[in-house]
């Protein structure tokens, strides 16, 4: 009987020794998750800025092509009086 709890406090120690071996790995996969929910968060970040910077590059956009569509206007109604005197 003693020998039987001998083997089980040795399996015992054998058991707490390999936890605390597993510990510190544990502890370095709970730095790697928060650095890469940190990661996510950065990317997630730079997509929304390279959406809001994408719609503002539309916007400017549209304000080219309106100015340019006065332009053309105006430059038509100008030269049409000088094309029906030709």
Not at 25 to 50: C, F, Q, R
Request: hydrophobic share 40%.
């Amino acid at each position: 009987m003693e020998k039987i709890l001998q083997q089980i406090l040795t399996e015992l120690k054998n058991l707490s020794e390999d936890i605390n071996g597993i510990k510190p790995k544990v502890d370095e996969l709970y730095g790697l998750k928060s650095k890469i929910e940190e990661s996510h968060e950065w990317l997630s970040a730079l997509h929304h800025n390279s959406q809001v910077h994408k719609a503002e590059m539309d916007q400017v956009q549209h304000k080219i092509a309106v100015i340019e569509g006065a332009l053309i206007g105006a430059a038509n109604s100008l030269l049409e009086p000088l094309k029906k005197a030709q």
